[in-house]
Nanobody
Framework: QVQLVESGGGLVQAGGSLRLSCAASGTIFRINVMGWYRQALGKERESVASIVSGGGIIAYADSVKGRFTISRDNAKNTVYLQMNSLKPEDTAVYYC?????????WGQGTQVNVSS
């Protein structure tokens, strides 16, 4: 089992920044990919960014490229999402995930609100 605890959400004005954190515990050696999804009210969940353990392969949604940066601290078993130049359309619940060989684990979600 893997447990994920997220933090760092909140309210920010457009153009501002937030950093989300996701700390993993449990059988983390089975985790291959960690990342973030988000879900805005009334919309489907969408992938925001992901990072592969070890190789450091990173992927971003087109809507956040150049503004968001995902990083991973293996010593702390934590993945971060630095969000800059935030826009009102970034408002959503952000979910951390950790994908292993047989299943995907999810955090509880953290709310990000960007005011115009």
């Amino acid at each position: 089992q893997v447990q994920l605890v997220e933090s760092g959400g909140g309210l920010v004005q457009a153009g501002g920044s937030l950093r989300l954190s996701c700390a993993a515990s449990g059988t983390i050696f089975r985790i291959n990919v960690m990342g973030w999804y988000r879900q805005a009210l009334g919309k489907e969940r969408e992938s925001v960014a992901s990072i592969v353990s070890g190789g450091g392969i990173i992927a971003y949604a087109d809507s956040v490229k150049g503004r968001f940066t995902i990083s991973r601290d293996n010593a702390k078993n934590t993945v971060y999402l630095q969000m800059n130049s935030l826009k009102p359309e970034d408002t959503a619940v952000y979910y951390c995930y950790a994908r292993g060989s047989s299943r995907t684990y999810w955090g509880q979600g953290t709310q990000v609100n960007v005011s115009s």
